[in-house]
Nanobody
Framework: QVQLVESGGGLVQAGGSLRLSCAASGRTFSRYAMGWFRQAPGKEREFLTGITWSGLSTYYVDSVKGRFTISRDNAKNTVYLQMNSLKPEDTAVYYC??????????????WGQGTQVTVSS
């Protein structure tokens, strides 16, 4: 059983903040790194940020660096994405997944439902 459930999205004005949550499960995927992705209408899904199982290392793409912060609570099997200084171009459906931290690619083929983030200008 592998399950990914994203939540916390919503409508926010430019410059505002949101905190996304991702509840992950699956015994065979324990102790794997996690990451966040997003997909805007008409665009391909893109990788945003990743975090190792221990939480000691993180990685961000340039477009979100300094604005977004990834964290995790292993006791709750949950990964978070704190998003500050949001821009209209951040509007997308946000997804989480297990990742290979070095290669920055997802490991689980069956994506969750995602959570919609809409930033108005």
């Amino acid at each position: 059983q592998v399950q990914l459930v994203e939540s916390g999205g919503g409508l926010v004005q430019a410059g505002g903040s949101l905190r996304l949550s991702c509840a992950a499960s699956g015994r065979t995927f324990s102790r794997y790194a996690m990451g966040w992705f997003r997909q805007a209408p008409g665009k391909e899904r893109e990788f945003l940020t990743g975090i190792t199982w221990s939480g000691l290392s993180t990685y961000y793409v340039d477009s979100v660096k300094g604005r977004f912060t990834i964290s995790r609570d292993n006791a709750k099997n949950t990964v978070y994405l704190q998003m500050n200084s949001l821009k209209p171009e951040d509007t997308a459906v946000y997804y989480c997944n297990y990742i290979d931290y070095v290669i920055r690619r997802p490991l689980y083929d069956d994506w969750g439902q995602g959570t919609q983030v809409t930033v108005s200008s």
